[in-house]
């Protein structure tokens, strides 16, 4: 296993991935130092949904997976997904993705869904070679603060069923 709950004392970690220049752009905040991302982190691990994938004994990656409820509660979004950008191309965010597709069908999740930022080609080529499909454009959905221009964002899921 991979993953782990996410705990309180993974803050440093998550944080350097979370800020790092190749990361950050693609995920929900805009950079923060330390003190100003707890708060973002402790909403994180308050959802018990938070988990970190360590290697070697450091967090490489993390992601959020929060279950629909009522008639929709055979599908979930991953969310808050990331890898440290050294173990890009190791084949580590593959291994990690597969893991929480298996944790999440041996839940009974049937359809996991994500969103992905349309200047993101290597997340959408990454999604699409684990079986994800585009099933819409959110337009204009997300604006970064360095940027003049609204990005659109990519609605993609994958059936887990049979």
Not at 16 to 40: C, K, N, Q, S, T
Not at 49 to 57: E, I, N, Q, T
Not at 143 to 162: F, N
């Amino acid at each position: 296993m991979i993953r782990r709950p996410a705990a309180p004392d993974d803050l440093g970690a998550v944080h350097a991935i979370y800020m790092h220049a190749e990361v950050v752009p693609y995920l929900g905040i805009d950079p923060v130092p330390l003190d100003g991302f707890r708060p973002v982190f402790d909403a994180l691990l308050a959802t018990g949904s938070f988990f970190v994938a360590p290697l070697d004994g450091s967090v490489r990656g993390f992601y959020r997976v929060t279950r629909h409820a009522g008639r929709a509660r055979h599908a979930a979004a991953l969310e808050t997904l990331a890898i440290a950008p050294a173990a890009k191309g190791s084949g580590f965010a593959r291994a990690m993705i597969e893991e929480a597709l298996d944790c999440m069908r041996a839940e009974g999740i049937l359809r996991v869904e994500l969103m992905v930022e349309a200047d993101n080609p290597r997340g959408i080529a990454f999604y699409r070679k684990l079986g994800f499909e585009q099933e819409g454009v959110l337009m204009r959905a997300y604006k970064r603060a360095s940027d003049r221009d609204y990005v659109d964002e990519i609605l993609m899921a994958k059936w887990l069923g049979t």
